[in-house]
């Protein structure tokens, strides 16, 4: 009964996530030292995976439901720039500068779901377009209004509090946002209908349309949903930050899908789950700040998350092919 219980702990989707997680943890504790785990660098690292988390979950169950998002590194540059122009250049209340901020996200979020289900290009040369032509639009349209490619902003202290603030030793006030997202998120997918609708679609499409499961409005709801987090973050970040610069964060992308995957979420859909998405991004959050408490050079940096990716990848495949084939021995039974 143990060793089933065990088997079925590995074969969860998080389980390579998990052990991938305690791996780097005591690597870098054995290569960095203890001071590793102290609270000040749990408060670096946490807060690094909180935002890059906010925006993971969402665009891991748009990979889940077989659909990718890149446009988030023109949307989470919307959200910090929008509440810079509306706020700190035009003056409005900074409440009316984060609801635009917001609106807008989730206006580019159904433009991206409604052209994927209406022209059948695949999502990612959607989004693609929508990342160029989102960022575009931004950078001339700052430049026109303000003549300058930067924007200052001085939020009021209730707006830093809640959105730019730090407790603890050195924790973002958006760890809390994280957790609390990630638990709205756990609830959405995991203890409710929508989430089993969400692995349908991402196993066959077809079939599950043919179920009666509504295939274009979730898929709408999780581009919405994969835009307004990305302009979210954005926001907090222009509070935070106080500046803004029209530049798209593409770096952003490819960490996010990096979290994603290591998270356990199969690039081809279908598999996956929130827990697991939250510890890749801690996971990919403790590999980038750790680096920086070895003696390594930080040249080494990119090697480490490349190598990160592919062991991540590779485990997941393991752990899925494990899956599959205890599904096919009760099957068999």
């Given amino acids: 009964m143990v060793t089933n219980l065990f088997g079925n702990l590995l074969r969860r989707p998080e389980a390579g996530a998990l052990i991938g997680l305690i791996g780097v943890l005591v ?29 993971a979950i969402p665009v891991g169950l748009l990979m889940i439901a077989g659909e990718l998002d890149i446009s988030i590194g023109a949307t989470i540059t919307s959200g910090a720039l929008i509440t810079a122009l509306v706020s700190g250049y035009f003056g409005q209340p900074i409440v009316v500068g984060m609801v635009a901020a917001l609106a807008f996200g989730a206006l580019v979020g159904l433009l991206n779901g409604y052209l994927v289900l209406r022209t059948g290009v695949p999502s990612f040369i959607v989004t693609l377009g929508t990342l160029f032509a989102v960022s575009g639009l931004l950078l001339g349209a700052t430049v026109v209004i303000t003549g300058t490619t930067s924007i200052a902003l001085q939020a009021p202290q209730f707006a830093k509090t809640m959105f730019g603030g730090f407790f603890g030793p050195g924790f973002q006030v958006l760890v809390l946002w994280w957790i609390g997202i990630t638990a709205a998120f756990v609830f959405f997918v995991h203890l409710s209908r929508y989430g089993n ?28 949903l994969s835009s307004v987090c990305a302009s979210f973050v954005g926001m907090s970040q222009a509070i935070l930050f106080q500046s803004v ?68 990848v590779l485990m997941n495949n393991t752990f899925r092919q494990l899956a599959l084939s205890a599904a096919t021995r009760k099957k068999g039974a």
């Fill in 197 to 224: 609708w969400i692995f349908a679609i991402g196993g066959d499409s077809v079939s599950a349309r043919n179920a009666g499961i509504p295939t274009g409005r979730i898929t709408i709801l999780l581009f919405v």
């Fill in 27 to 55: 690597f870098f504790v054995i290569v960095g030292g203890i001071e590793f785990l102290y609270p000040a660098s749990i408060g670096s690292w946490v807060s690094r995976a909180a935002s890059l988390g906010i925006i």
């Fill in 245 to 312: 610069q029209a530049t798209p964060q593409l770096t952003l992308i490819f960490n996010t899908i990096i979290a994603v995957v290591v998270g356990g979420v199969l690039l081809t859909g279908g598999f996956g789950s929130v827990i697991g998405i939250f510890l890749g991004t801690i996971t990919f959050a403790v590999v980038t700040q750790g680096i920086y408490y070895t003696d390594f050079d930080q040249t080494w940096s990119n090697m480490v998350i490349g190598i990160l990716l592919l062991g991540a």
